[in-house]
């Protein structure tokens, strides 16, 4: 397996076969990147609920796993 992931999903794309990395592995990674940086903002520690992908008992820190979308843009 190498380290040259963009150039795998090029070649995935072209060939359609499955990529070194799956798509789930790469969004916890993203998570956990996302709980480091808010842990280390706010300079606490804090508990993290995988199955409901939440803080435990803290509304304020939960409120920054979103952002506001502009007013034209919405889910």
């Known amino acids: 397996m190498g380290t040259d992931h963009w150039g795998d999903f090029l070649d995935c794309v072209r060939t359609r076969r499955t990529p070194v990395s799956s798509i789930e592995s790469a ?4 998570t956990v990147c996302h709980i480091s940086d808010i842990a280390m903002r706010l300079g606490r520690k804090l508990q993290w609920g995988p199955a409901a ?9 939960n409120r920054m796993l979103t952002r506001l979308w502009r007013s034209l843009w919405h889910l």
């Open 53 to 61: 992908e939440q803080f435990v008992g803290d509304a304020e820190v």
């Open 27 to 30: 969004v916890r990674t993203d």
